[in-house]
């Protein structure tokens, strides 16, 4: 039992502190790229070769992509919110039914154990008592 509790405490530390912090800096990288990959597609076209612009195929695919991956990151932001409210009520659930279990296993088992072996000994006594005498 203090193993499932332990485990639910790795996802429970997974969810509302590692994810948070890996996808906040994720957001704030795809920020980053985006800056990065505008200046890229702004550069190219500001750029003429032989009085012609440049497609700029590379660098809009860049931009997009970076867009993409920002929208991404940000709604794994929201995703993980969710999942930390969901796993919240899921924990506590969780938590009833092992006190459950646990008061089970302290209290309830242990008082049958004794409740049977003082009935085995009653039995045992009963056992041993001499057959009733019988008229005849």
Partial sequence: MEIMAMEMQKVDAWIQ????????????RGFDKI????????????????GQRSACIEEKQAFAAAKRRLELCQEQIKNVR??????GHEENEFRGRLSGLRRCVES???KAIALLEQTATVL?????LPPP???G
């Fill in 17 to 28: 502190q590692e994810r948070p912090q890996y996808w906040t800096r994720e957001v704030r």
């Fill in 82 to 87: 969710r999942w930390a409210m969901k796993l």
């Fill in 124 to 128: 045992e006594a009963y056992a041993e």
């Fill in 35 to 50: 800056a990065e990959t505008r200046v890229a597609l702004n550069r190219c076209e500001m750029r003429t070769v032989a």
């Fill in 133 to 135: 005498e019988t008229e």
């Fill in 108 to 110: 309830d088992l242990p």
